[in-house]
């Protein structure tokens, strides 16, 4: 007698195991709320989709923020070069980019959806597009799942992958972990991963869209350093954002207490080294103010902040400028001070931190360990990982992994 197998969710996670399940002969049925597959799949590296990362799978763990270890079976089972196999074995050209990135050859995430519908019609997996489960439970050890139209379906395995809850705009609006819970399964604390920082500071508006490159941001707890990230971000109207800031938020988002940011300007140069660049420029520009002497070696709008965290007056003049004033200087420019005030809402992550509780799931299958015949994968477990197509892989990874043992 065939298996009928129930997928909820069709992203990632829920394609990959609505294939691997239909591939090994069940019936299975994949329930997705949108008109499409793979909603949140189409706005991945800015709408060209970062498939996964080139780099050697045993680099990944490096990359896993939660509970590394409970990926090693799925990473390990399915990874990087076999989902790069199954897209251009259903014609899906890609190509490594910087960080080891891949993504579509023609820089069309649709072309990536198109690969996984041909996968999923190859298999034999049926896909309800525009259905909405409104809940769902379990019934003589049937798993009934209720749409919000009142159709009951009825299945034998039930694999939720009904992402995190981040991005509601693509239906991932955390509906899985309230089935999870009527299952009896603990959520941890949802929190917003890679997300940008909201600052305190009054001058924002007279920073906001200034872009910087080759910046070190460091992050301090109990005057510790937590983490540093070194390369580009932008100011906005609420605070910072852009790759290190997003990387930087999943390294801080579990702090107890708010932590202090310092943002260096010229990591690439020691004290010693900026401060004989200092005399240089100060030698040029000897009969110049202060607040006209730093062009060379900032930007613009920067330098009225970085002279008033000095405490020098701007309008004194280079020569006049002690050496404590010009150390002073130093350290504003290599640590200069940004006031965190918390981070934007859930629904502006990318990925979502928190969610199933992983010694609830058993890592070599993705089965629950409270209700037999139960799977979860992908973003609705507690594992979240840095940019660069690592959260993807790992949603293909333990999809699959759900797939081939239902």
């Not at 798993?143 to 981040?166: N, P």
């Not at 500071?201 to 937590?226: F, H, Q």
């Not at 050496?323 to 918390?342: N, T, V, Y």
């Not at 509780?357 to 994968?377: D, H, W």
Request: glycine residues 8%; proline residues 4%; charged residues 25%.
């Amino acid at each position: 007698m065939t298996t009928r197998v129930g997928v909820i969710g069709g992203g990632p996670a829920g394609i990959m195991a609505a294939g691997a399940a239909a591939g090994r002969g069940h019936d299975v049925t994949l329930i997705e709320k949108n008109k499409q597959l793979g909603k949140k799949l189409f706005i991945t590296g800015k709408g060209r989709c970062n498939i996964t990362n080139a780099s050697p799978i045993s680099e990944f763990f490096d990359n896993i923020i939660s509970n590394r270890e409970f990926l090693y079976s799925s990473l390990y089972t399915f990874d990087n070069e076999a989902i790069i196999r199954l897209l251009e074995s259903y014609g899906l050209n890609t190509k490594v980019e910087r960080g080891n990135r891949v993504f579509p050859e023609s820089d069309k995430s649709s072309d990536v959806i198109k690969a996984f519908q041909k996968y999923l019609d190859h298999m034999g997996a049926e896909v309800l597009l525009n259905s909405m489960v409104s809940h769902v439970y379990m019934e003589d050890n049937i798993f009934m799942v209720v749409l919000t139209t009142g159709e009951k379906m009825q299945f034998d395995r039930l694999v939720i992958a009904t992402g995190g809850a981040s991005y509601p705009a693509t239906g991932s609006e955390g509906d899985g972990y309230k089935m999870a819970r009527a299952f009896g399964h603990t959520v941890t604390e949802l929190k917003p991963s890679l997300v940008p920082i909201e600052l305190e500071e009054p001058w924002l508006k007279d920073l906001m869209g200034l872009s910087l490159k080759n910046v070190t941001l460091r992050a301090y707890s109990d005057k510790k350093l937590i983490h540093e990230e070194f390369g580009e971000m932008i100011f906005t109207h609420f605070g910072i954002s852009g790759p290190i800031v997003l990387t930087m938020s999943n390294h801080i988002n579990r702090l107890k207490n708010k932590p202090v940011l310092t943002l260096d300007l010229k990591p690439a140069l020691d004290d010693e080294t900026l401060d004989n660049r200092l005399l240089r420029d100060f030698q040029e520009y000897k009969n110049k103010q202060l607040k006209n002497a730093l062009n060379d070696l900032l930007p613009q709008k920067l330098i009225p902040l970085i002279i008033q965290v000095s405490g020098i007056y701007p309008e004194k003049t280079v020569h006049q400028i002690t050496r404590e004033e010009r150390s002073k200087l130093l350290e504003a420019i290599k640590a200069f001070p940004l006031q965190f005030k918390g981070f934007r809402p859930l629904d502006e992550a990318i990925v979502t931190s928190g969610g199933i509780k992983v010694q609830e799931v058993n890592p070599s299958t993705m089965e629950s360990r409270i209700v037999p015949g139960l799977y979860f994968a992908g973003e609705i477990i507690d594992i979240d990982a840095l940019t660069g197509g690592y959260n993807l892989q790992i949603a293909y990874s333990t999809g699959y992994l759900a797939g081939i043992n239902v």
